[in-house]
T-cell receptor
Framework: KQEVTQIPAALSVPEGENLVLNCSFTDSAIYNLQWFRQDPGKGLTSLLL?????REQTSGRLNASLDKSSGRSTLYIAASQPGDSATYLC????????FGAGTRLTVKP | GAVVSQHPSWVICKSGTSVKIECRSLDFQATTMFWYRQFPKQSLMLMAT?????????EQGVEKDKFLINHASLTLSTLTVTSAHPEDSSFYIC??????????????FGPGTRLTVT
């Protein structure tokens, strides 16, 4: 059974800092891995999708990497802004979709 | 932690028929539930936001007459795919919001339903 873990559970940084969110999974036989943003009371917003054959994806200030063999993915956020404050979730797709518990990010002005 | 169930976990139906998927929050009340869809090799996409006792809010491009959502109680939301076609074959997943003290929301996900339309 796939297990997905996200570290840290919460993170508070001052504006402008670069930061890294971590996601680990136990079964490396995945189809893809996705990073999402969740704002309170809202549905998920898809940030980045990494196929199993890919090593990384970039979108603006976001960069996600995937190391299947070690069961790890990282989401790098450059030059953080208060508007980045949200919960970030990673999800791994094998036969179904498994979510991590999320990292709650607070970026202080 | 809180548990969200979906039923069925997988379903195969013939083109033209309708399929109902249930999403239940088992040990908490959810005023808001979300329905997502994922096609193979694509990202999970939000279809609609469902609030108990009111009409669902659909994302752009999602046909509300085709994907009927009913949030009849604080623990149950249903998605009915009407007149299903092969292109509706997808993985459907729901999530439920559990509001905690201090204005913090936790969102819990169901295990998903894999729909195949033949």
């Amino acid at each position: 059974k796939q297990e997905v873990t996200q570290i840290p559970a919460a993170l508070s940084v001052p504006e402008g800092e670069n930061l890294v969110l971590n996601c680990s999974f136990t079964d490396s036989a995945i189809y893809n891995l996705q990073w999402f943003r969740q704002d309170p009371g809202k549905g998920l917003t898809s940030l980045l999708l990494i196929q199993s054959s890919q090593r990384e994806q970039t979108s603006g200030r976001l960069n996600a990497s995937l190391d299947k063999s070690s069961g790890r993915s990282t989401l790098y956020i450059a030059a953080s802004q208060p508007g980045d404050s949200a919960t970030y979730l990673c999800a791994v797709v094998t036969d179904d979709m498994r979510f991590g518990a999320g990292t709650r990010l607070t970026v202080k002005p | 932690g809180a548990v969200v169930s979906q039923h069925p976990s997988w379903v195969i139906c013939k083109s033209g028929t309708s399929v109902k998927i249930e999403c239940r929050s088992l040990d908490f009340q959810a005023t808001t539930m979300f329905w997502y869809r994922q096609f193979p090799k694509q990202s999970l996409m939000l279809m609609a936001t469902s609030n108990e006792g009111s009409k669902a809010t659909y994302e752009q491009g999602v046909e509300k007459d085709k994907f009927l959502i009913n949030h009849a109680s604080l623990t149950l939301s249903t998605l009915t795919v009407t007149s299903a076609h092969p292109e509706d074959s997808s993985f459907y997943i729901c999530s439920a919001d559990s509001s905690l003290a201090g204005g913090i929301y936790e969102q819990y996900f169901g295990p998903g339903t894999r729909l195949t339309v033949t």
